[in-house]
């Protein structure tokens, strides 16, 4: 069933923008809706997971632990050192908190956002890229559909062994699906099953849906693509505090233009303000943004943290161009695998490469590169907002690493015998003093 609220028809025109906002009133505002500047807990709580979620609305999932997976990191820059067991309870067990879905790429979501994501399942639906695939198997998918519907909640490897299939040989990198796997995708992205979690090795563990959402949320009428988009903008609206079609548009993959037509009802109902930022086409604030006159955050952010998801933003309002580069060969990477962005007061500083060496029981620092601040937008020179001492960028690096040392079991933070950037010997006196 779904629901539809009756909207004027028409092209609207781009309201004009009302009240300047400067580059660094812009990047306070972005911290702080992100929670990124919020004191931290000594000892994090269920509510405090989920009053992050509540703010940013959705965790990206990716599969390298490298250092830790993407999405407990994500929360570690907002929440300081918590228990991971938190995640796995609000993912894991009912009643669930968080639910897997393709919002932001593979992401966690809350249940009432997973039925946000209604009408992308459809088009999957309609598209059937896997059931196409799986009309040269038949009897796999009604197969499949039994297994889960009787043993769930089940893995793919689980699946496989009961339908007696095997994988081949691996044809290109990632893709060795047996047609038992596809089946459980095609499911998954249609909606007819769900993730009631992961393992320890990271492979989804799939039940039916009715069995992993809420009563409460099935119970609740779905509402059509138009509603749907709509809400999905108000939550990166949200999260952003202030923030351009695009970088709106990018927070759940949505298309720009049905985007662009749910900002001009959203302002038109008061939850976004016009606004201008210096170097911006356009720019919206969210209804009850903060705008903090200064920011303290002190945070290291994955790579696949909101606040850096949409690489245009990053560059305009810190004036870094980050770049992922772990599927770049070793010799043409300029800062390192698992480069993690640090965040001081309201600007991006340094960057590091970090790795987890769990044998050593240390955190390695392969790179630590220094950020130049000419390329930052509206820099301040002096007093709240501006660009911190090189000394100091290194001592709170130093105390982030130890922190997130501490967190992830390891003793100690190492720089590596061969680690290289321009930050590297200002990092190692900082973490001798630190010793």
């Not at 919020?38 to 632990?65: C, E, F, K, W, Y």
């Not at 939550?235 to 720009?256: E, I, K, M, S, W």
């Not at 309002?317 to 480069?339: C, D, K, N, Q």
């Amino acid at each position: 069933m779904t629901t539809t609220v009756a909207r004027p028809t028409g092209a609207a025109r781009p309201p004009r923008p009302g009240r300047t906002l400067t580059p660094g009133q812009a990047r306070r505002i972005a911290v702080a809706a992100q929670g990124l500047d919020r004191s931290r807990s000594v000892a994090p709580t269920m509510g405090h997971l989920q009053r992050a979620i509540d703010r940013i609305g959705l965790l990206q999932i990716d599969s390298v632990n490298v250092l830790a997976r993407a999405h407990l990191l994500v929360l570690f820059s907002r929440l300081g050192p918590y228990d991971v067991a938190l995640v796995d309870r609000a993912s894991g067990r009912a009643p669930r908190r968080l639910v897997e879905f393709w919002a932001h790429e593979a992401s966690y979501v809350p249940p009432r956002t997973y039925q946000l994501l209604r009408w992308r399942m459809e088009d999957y639906r309609l598209r059937d890229h896997w059931g196409r695939e799986l009309a040269h198997h038949p009897g796999v998918l009604s197969a499949v559909r039994e297994v889960v519907a009787e043993a769930g909640p089940v893995t793919a490897s689980q699946v496989h062994e009961a339908l007696g299939h095997r994988r081949g040989p691996r044809e290109h990198w990632g893709w060795n699906w047996t047609p038992a796997k596809r089946a459980l995708e095609h499911l998954f992205n249609i909606g007819e099953i769900a993730a009631a979690g992961r393992t320890l090795q990271f492979e989804r563990a799939y039940d039916l849906t009715e069995r992993v959402l809420p009563a409460d949320v099935l119970a609740a009428p779905v509402p059509d693509r138009a509603d749907a988009v709509r809400q999905l903008v108000a939550v990166a609206a949200r999260a952003h505090g202030v923030a351009t079609v695009r970088g709106l548009a990018d927070y759940f993959r949505l298309p720009v233009a049905a985007t662009a037509a749910a900002v001009a009802e959203l302002v038109e109902d008061g939850a976004l303000e016009p606004v201008h930022v210096p170097g911006w086409k356009e720019a919206y604030l969210a209804a009850g943004a903060r705008v903090p006159r200064r920011s303290d955050a002190r945070a290291l952010l994955a790579p696949f943290d909101p606040l850096v998801f949409e690489r245009r933003r990053v560059r305009e309002l810190w004036g870094m161009h980050y770049r992922i580069e772990i599927y770049t060969p070793a010799a043409r990477r300029r800062h390192g695998y698992y480069v993690l962005p640090f965040l001081l007061g309201e600007h991006l500083v340094a960057r590091v490469d970090l790795k987890a060496d769990r044998r050593a029981g240390a955190l390695v620092v392969r790179a630590a590169h220094a950020e130049a601040p000419d390329a930052v937008p509206g820099l301040v020179r002096a007093g709240s907002g501006a660009w911190p001492a090189r000394g100091l960028v290194s001592e709170q690096l130093a105390a982030a690493l130890g922190e997130m040392a501490g967190w992830l079991g390891l003793g100690a933070v190492h720089l590596d015998d061969e680690a290289h950037g321009d930050l590297v010997h200002d990092l190692a006196g900082a973490l001798r003093t630190a010793r």
